[in-house]
Each structure stands twice: as C-alpha cells, then as structure tokens.
C-alpha cells in the first residue's frame, strides 16, 4: 500500500482516485473505528448527561462545563466562553502545517420539548469526530490540526453565525458537522400504510 494522499493542490483538475492506497485507506478508517469505539461508553455518558440537563440557547452552562472538561481528559487544549458565553473551542495541533479540520458541535434544547432536536446526539458526534481525527494524526503522524467548535443558541439564536462573523472559522479548511435528519416523507407514508 502507498502512502500517498490525493490533496487538492497536486493538480485540482484531476479528481481524486477512490483506490485503496490513494485517497481510500482502509487502514486510517481503522484506526477512526477503534478510537471510536474506544470512547463508546464515555460519549455514551457524556450524550445521556447532556440530554438529562437541557438548556436553552445562550444558557448551555451546564453543557458547556461537560464539554470542556471531556475535551481536556482527551488531550485538547481548550478556551472556554471563547467568542460567546457559552461557546469553547477544543484544540490540537500535531506537527508542524497541514490542514485545519473545523468540526461543530451543538448544545441548545428547545423549550418545553428538551433534546428532542438531537443536539445531545449532535454535539457527541462533533466531540467523536475530533478525537478520531486526533487519533489518525497521531497513528500516521499527519501534520494539521483539529479544531472542534461548541456551538451554542442553534435553535433561534444563530449561533453558528455569530461565531462566524467574529472569525471563529476563519483558520479553517473545512468544517463538518453531523445533524440527524428524517428517513424522508416516503418512508413515513409507507410505514403509516403497514
């Protein structure tokens, strides 16, 4: 298997080729799999607390308090109250240049309805995202740095954008997030007809 990795810059009119060894490694995806796993009971718990202590937007104290110091036990330098309140940002850096992966994770409930919009789910995926990154950087020595974003006031209080306009993603390449959508109005329908 080679270690070359497709990057944008090498010829950006050339897509990259899906084959084990080029931009496809199985052996990174591994590694993603078993930090993962690894944390499964602990994001598990962190998901559960939050969903048990739901706040409103600009009020995630509590959320914010567990985020942090989980962040922290996983080896990421983390600001809190960075930007807004009760936003924070987790860090880690490995080597020297590479990319910056940006990765939200939401924390608001809605009122009278807790979690119900999933943000428990949300913001444990962000947290899942950035510790396997950092696994696979530290496994494969990829120089870059994640940066794991605590995004408050989703529901009616534009937090994202907030952060936004006062350069919370500015040193990113990209940014992901995971949101949980609905299987879609035809499977609704057919699961309402059986």
Known sequence: MTDVVWRPEHDPSIRPPLEEGAVYRPDILQVIDNAIDGLRGD?????LDIHDHPELRFE???????YTAFMESQGFVVTKHYILPTAWVATYTHGQGGR???VN????????????????????????VACAAKAAMEQFGIDG???LLGTPAEEGG???VRLFEKGAYEEMDMCLMWAISCPGIKYIRKTLRN
């Open 43 to 47: 994001l598990r718990k962190l998901s």
């Open 158 to 160: 534009f937090g994202k």
């Open 105 to 128: 994770s939401e924390m608001d409930a809605l009122p009278g309805i807790g979690h119900a919009c999933g943000h428990n789910l949300i913001g444990i995926s962000g947290v899942a």
């Open 60 to 66: 995630e104290k509590y959320a914010h308090e567990a």
């Open 100 to 102: 910056v992966l940006g």
């Open 145 to 147: 740095k994640v940066i």
